[in-house]
């Protein structure tokens, strides 16, 4: 069936190539070794072009252009090991001091945000929280009514502590209402 199949195939090659007729197989006998072969033909020629397919092969294949390739194999290369080799102390201070002043700065820390900003996010907060201590009163009643002590009273410290917090919380949402109303 493949053999059918790869000659079917060979068939269709020469006869959209432009020859009728296929070429003869290639003797397989020493009795055929006589017989005329025919020369490969000879392979096109690209036309000659200054267009690199590199960058925009690195691109569709890769995601990344040389530029982050680069700079990728910057950050990655190894550094010289360091261990075990002994260096005078002048040249390790000049390569650590060297290495502190190529460290990027501290990140800044970000804005808190408008008021409207943060009032969502306090909100958000508090709905994290009501849901916490629902789970915390249904594990304190699980615990009263299956009689484990340890566990109730391990859920009443938790549940005594995130009450605490509610307060402040609403307290703190209050007063991001106030200074979001203006707005």
Same mark, same amino acid.
Request: glycine content about 6%; charged content about 30%.
């Given at each position: =069936?493949?053999?059918?199949?790869?000659?079917?195939?060979?068939? @269709?090659?020469?006869?959209?190539?432009?020859?009728?007729?296929?070429?003869?197989?290639?003797?397989?006998?020493?009795?055929?070794? *006589?017989?005329? %072969?025919?020369? +490969?033909? /000879?392979?096109?020629?690209?036309? %000659?072009? /200054?267009?690199?397919? !590199?960058?925009?092969?690195? @691109? @569709?294949?890769?995601?990344? /252009?040389?530029?982050?390739?680069?700079?990728?194999?910057?950050?990655?290369?190894?550094?010289?090991? /360091? &261990?075990?080799?002994?260096?005078?102390?002048?040249?390790?201070? !000049?390569? =650590?001091? $060297? $290495?502190?002043?190529?460290?990027?700065? !501290?990140?800044?820390?970000?804005?808190? *945000?408008?008021?409207?900003?943060? @009032?969502?996010?306090?909100?958000?907060?508090? *709905?994290?929280?009501?849901?916490?201590?629902?789970? =915390?009163?249904?594990?304190?009643?699980?615990? +009263?009514?299956?009689?484990?002590?340890?566990?109730?009273?391990?859920?009443? &410290?938790?549940?005594?502590?995130?009450?605490?917090?509610?307060?402040?919380?609403?307290?703190?949402?209050?007063?991001?209402?106030?200074?979001?109303?203006?707005?």
């Amino acid at each position: =069936m493949i053999g059918a199949l790869a000659l079917a195939g060979l068939a @269709l090659f020469w006869r959209f190539r432009g020859n009728d007729a296929p070429p003869p197989l290639a003797p397989t006998s020493p009795a055929d070794a *006589g017989a005329p %072969t025919f020369a +490969e033909p /000879t392979p096109l020629e690209a036309p %000659t072009t /200054t267009y690199d397919p !590199e960058p925009l092969a690195r @691109l @569709l294949l890769d995601g990344s /252009t040389a530029a982050e390739a680069e700079q990728a194999a910057a950050i990655y290369a190894p550094e010289p090991p /360091t &261990r075990g080799v002994e260096e005078p102390e002048e040249v390790a201070r !000049e390569r =650590m001091e $060297a $290495a502190a002043a190529a460290a990027a700065a !501290e990140p800044v820390a970000r804005a808190p *945000g408008t008021p409207a900003q943060q @009032l969502r996010q306090a909100t958000f907060w508090r *709905g994290l929280l009501d849901s916490r201590l629902d789970a =915390m009163r249904e594990a304190l009643r699980e615990a +009263e009514a299956s009689g484990d002590a340890q566990a109730a009273e391990r859920s009443r &410290r938790l549940l005594a502590r995130l009450e605490g917090q509610r307060p402040a919380l609403d307290e703190r949402i209050e007063a991001l209402r106030r200074e979001a109303e203006p707005e």
